[in-house]
């Protein structure tokens, strides 16, 4: 079995067993009544999941390019930023201020300039800061939304 | 001519100047490659809740025009199409840039957008009362088909796998179902009390659009490459016009086949940009030229590209079909403000219908003037470093899907759908029949519900959905947009055996 096929059948194996859990949960909860489009929906989703599943097991199904070692290496710092920004962050520090940071470090992390490069650092404050103006004058002022405000802002 | 009488409201002074905001950002937006106006629209989505359902849906049709027209800009100055309706811009385009005619292939790309627009606009404007005239015989066991229809005509034609394309909307079908049902009294499908209210269309738009492209751009690593722009001599306008003048062949190909296009649900610039241009050099006697800097060829996709807009919405606007993905957005757009396509919008909401569509011809003008005279400023943007843009499109997400409920949930919403997304297209699967299934759901639930309360009451649900001209009709075009795609799929797969044969 090449990588290849192996990536594609864990994948479809996944989305088969989410199809199998809404089957199981639509055709077991009540009232019937309100589980009777998910059934319709749940019997061409398993039906579909399965297929695909075969397809992928017997190496038929090679359509994407799969996951990349390299460019999963290269999305856990971003996405790790991202999560720690909507799980703790936003509301431990303020939505405006931990949006800062995030654009900041995101910018640092992806940027090719090298760390110790001043004027690189000059540049990702400004841009960070000029960026973060927008968004304040686009949502506080204009859009008047109410953002969690933290310890800070 | 009932439009005419709704041009006053294109130019209230906010409504034009959403206008116009939004043609010049969607055509910077849309010369910024890795930016989709799909993505482009769906961030724009919640700017739309202060304003009104008029001024909301101008603010999101000029993006959706003007991001096309200026994904030429990056296809012909730097070769990278900004969208994908552009990629046969970037053929002859980009050649002709690099024989130091820049401005001549601007030009001449901004005014084959604008009266390809035209004519794609005056397309939706004549045909679309037709056929929500035609809507209204629709019962609910037909609304039931057609929202069917929907999923599996973008399932089917919008995917590189019929499989995955119809999965894909059977997950945005009971995606759909997640939440209270207000009908029947009952929870289905809450995991977790975020879900609670169910998934709001708007962070999930924007999590399938947005986040799956910051993800692809943290991919690159830290990427020292740098995009190298043609430098652009300068050009006069009128000879522009002029030779536009000449180009009616290439004008009319792209034109007659990007609205035909437009016309079919589901297929989307892409194909109408490359169907028009491979047409083009079929019709012209300089056929060599094409592919080496020829003007025709890049007529022919930008008329294209953008003569499919103004048709691709009607069948959006009268059977809530979208003809595009960025169409399927725009529905979102609609519903959120409470209107649903069909007669309904013409017969209810006439001002917003015909405000809406008077905007997008307006828009095509302003489009080509501001197109001219920013492109080469929107190219310098378009060089924008990648991590600049990822940062940028994350913090937008992040703040729209927050404003849409003032909630930290249409946060997490937009982030599990969107890294879900990011992986599933690894492997094939595409955002748009799901989002179409998410979209159209509950209109398919809803008209299931009331037909089968009639069925009971009549000769049972087998009679009352399957039977009648109406219904054998729609069931015939589910199975044949099904077939249709299990066929190409069976001939494309042989192709590349075929190939893959050959080479070893």
Not at chain 1, 8 to 37: K, M, N, R
Not at chain 2, 182 to 205: E, S
Not at chain 2, 414 to 430: D, I, T
Not at chain 2, 461 to 482: D, K, Q
Request: proline share 5%; net charge neutral; hydrophobic share 55%.
């Amino acid at each position: 079995m090449t990588a290849s096929r192996l990536q594609h059948t864990i994948s479809s194996g996944a989305i088969l067993f989410v199809a199998a859990i809404v089957t199981y949960i639509s055709f077991t909860q009540e009232p019937a009544d309100a589980f009777l489009f998910p059934r319709l929906i749940a019997i061409f989703f398993v039906s579909l999941a399965a297929w695909n599943f075969m397809r992928a097991v017997t190496g038929v199904a090679k359509v994407g390019v799969g996951l990349d070692m390299i460019e999963l290496k290269n999305i856990v710092p971003g996405l790790v930023t991202m999560l720690v920004f909507i799980f703790f962050a936003a509301k431990m520090l303020g939505f405006y201020l931990a949006s800062s940071i995030a654009f900041m470090l995101i910018f640092t992390l992806y940027d090719p300039a090298p760390l110790n490069d001043g004027k690189a650092w000059m540049k990702r404050l400004i841009v960070t800061v000029c960026f973060m103006a927008v968004m304040y004058c686009l949502f506080a002022l204009l859009l008047k939304v109410q953002t969690p405000s933290g310890i800070l802002f | 001519m009932e439009f005419l009488s709704y041009f006053g409201g294109v130019f209230e002074p906010t409504a034009f100047l959403l206008l116009l905001g939004g043609t010049i950002g969607g055509l910077i937006l849309g010369a910024t490659p890795g930016l989709s106006p799909t993505m482009a629209v769906a961030l724009l989505i919640p700017f739309t809740f202060h304003l009104s359902p008029t001024q909301g849906l101008i603010l999101l049709g000029a993006a959706y025009t003007s991001t096309v027209a200026g994904g030429a800009v990056s296809a012909i100055l730097l070769k990278i199409p900004g969208a994908p309706a552009n990629i046969a811009t970037a053929l002859d385009g980009n050649a002709m840039a690099k024989n130091g005619e820049g401005a001549r292939a601007l030009h001449l790309s901004f005014l084959s957008s604008g009266i390809g627009g035209v004519i794609g606009v005056l397309l939706l404007i004549f045909l679309t009362p037709v056929l929500a005239k035609w809507a209204l015989a629709f019962g609910p066991s037909h609304l039931f088909w057609m929202a069917i229809l929907g999923v599996t005509v973008i399932g089917s034609l919008d995917s590189k796998s019929f499989v995955k394309g119809l999965l894909s909307g059977c997950i945005g079908l009971w995606l759909s179902m997640i939440g209270f049902d207000d009908n029947l009294g009952a929870q289905r499908f809450i995991f977790t009390d975020v879900l609670a209210g169910g998934i709001n269309i708007i962070p999930a738009l924007i999590g399938l659009f947005a986040i799956p492209q910051v993800l692809d751009m943290f991919s690159k690593g830290r990427d020292s490459s740098v995009i190298e722009a043609i430098e652009v001599p300068k050009q006069r306008f009128m000879d522009s016009l002029r030779e536009i003048s000449r180009s009616g062949r290439a004008l009319s190909v792209g034109t007659f086949f990007g609205s035909i296009i437009g016309l079919i649900p589901g297929v989307g610039g892409q194909i109408a940009g490359l169907v028009a241009y491979d047409q083009a050099k079929k019709f012209s006697p300089d056929k060599d030229k094409f592919g080496t800097g020829h003007p025709e060829g890049l007529i022919a996709a930008e008329s294209a590209n953008n003569a499919m807009v103004g048709p691709s919405l009607v069948p959006l606007l009268t059977l809530s079909i979208p003809g595009s993905p960025t169409a399927a957005v725009l529905l979102g757009g609609l519903i959120i403000h409470g209107i649903f396509p069909g007669s309904d919008l013409f017969d209810n909401h006439p001002q917003v219908a015909w405000t809406f569509i008077n905007s997008m011809l307006i828009g095509q003008i302003l489009m080509v003037i501001f197109g001219i005279y920013t492109a080469t400023w929107a190219a310098r943007i378009a060089r924008a470093p990648v991590p600049i843009m990822a940062a940028a499109v994350m913090v937008l997400a992040l703040f729209g899907a927050y404003s849409v409920q003032s909630s930290m949930n249409g946060v997490y919403i937009m982030l599990a759908m969107g890294v879900g997304m990011f992986f599933l297209e690894k492997f094939g699967f595409s955002a748009a029949p799901l989002v179409l299934g998410l979209i159209l759901g509950p209109i398919a639930e809803s008209n299931f519900t009331t037909g089968s309360l009639i069925a009971n009451a009549q000769n049972g649900p087998v009679e009352y959905f399957m039977t009648g001209t109406l219904n054998i009709f729609l069931i015939t075009l589910v199975i044949a947009s099904i077939a249709y795609s299990f066929w190409s799929n069976m001939v494309q797969g042989k192709a590349v055996k075929k190939a893959q044969g050959a080479t070893s």
